[in-house]
């Protein structure tokens, strides 16, 4: 699968990494192709970098992981976006976000062509993205959106990355939702000083 990155910091590092060691093609999109973070990511194999609408326009799978108060601007500069699936990691946290927004996909979808929006791989730290491995166990993850052949690619792309179930939690109605999750994680490692080893794990019986 080619897989545009937008995003080449922590978040967009970890799974750029993961995905190409998975076998995808990976397209970095930077503003600046000379001068970008992440630029270390072009060891892995499969990976190449361009400017932003060239690699959307050269993908079938767009992650976004800038800073959410970002999300409009960077939505407005992938062109043309019609036909492709866009996985958003971005959280709005302690209010700050993109303007006239609530959380980052509803951003998303009013400044884009496509609705195959979903948002996932934003409920967990980019360490745990990087190693999923608790023990015998693998973390679980969480994907949210309309589309559902989308979130089933998000799904399998959950997989690649080393998750070991990747659950549905709904519709783009549940987009806020995803991001009060992440904030919960956040308030465990940070604020409740528990670390950011800690991750979720789903278990039933």
Not at 87 to 114: H, K, Q, S
Not at 118 to 124: A, E, H, L, R
Not at 170 to 197: K, P, S, T, V
Request: net charge negative; glycine share 10%.
């Amino acid at each position: 699968m080619r897989i545009a990155i937008v995003g080449t910091g922590n978040v967009g590092g970890a799974l750029a990494a993961k995905w190409a060691q998975a076998g995808h093609e990976i397209l970095l999109g930077v503003r600046d192709t000379d001068n970008f973070k992440g630029a270390a990511l072009l060891e892995q194999p499969n990976t190449t970098v361009h400017n932003i609408p060239t690699a959307v326009a050269e993908a079938e799978v767009i992650l976004l992981a800038t800073p959410a108060p970002k999300a409009v601007e960077v939505a407005q500069s992938l062109g043309d976006t019609s036909g492709k699936i866009i996985i958003d990691a971005m959280n709005v946290v302690m209010g700050r976000g993109p303007e006239g927004f609530t959380n980052t996909a509803d951003a998303i979808l009013a400044n884009t062509a496509t609705t195959a929006v979903v948002k996932c791989f934003n409920t967990t730290g980019f360490n745990n993205m990087k190693d999923t491995e608790y023990g015998d166990a693998q973390l679980d993850n969480f994907v949210a959106g309309e589309s559902a052949y989308a979130k089933e690619v998000a799904q399998q792309l959950s997989a690649d990355a080393g998750f070991a179930e990747c659950y549905d939690v709904g519709g783009n109605d549940r987009f806020a939702l995803m991001e009060q999750f992440a904030f919960f994680w956040i308030n465990l490692a940070m604020f409740q000083g528990h670390g950011r080893e800690i991750g979720f794990k789903l278990l039933k019986r």
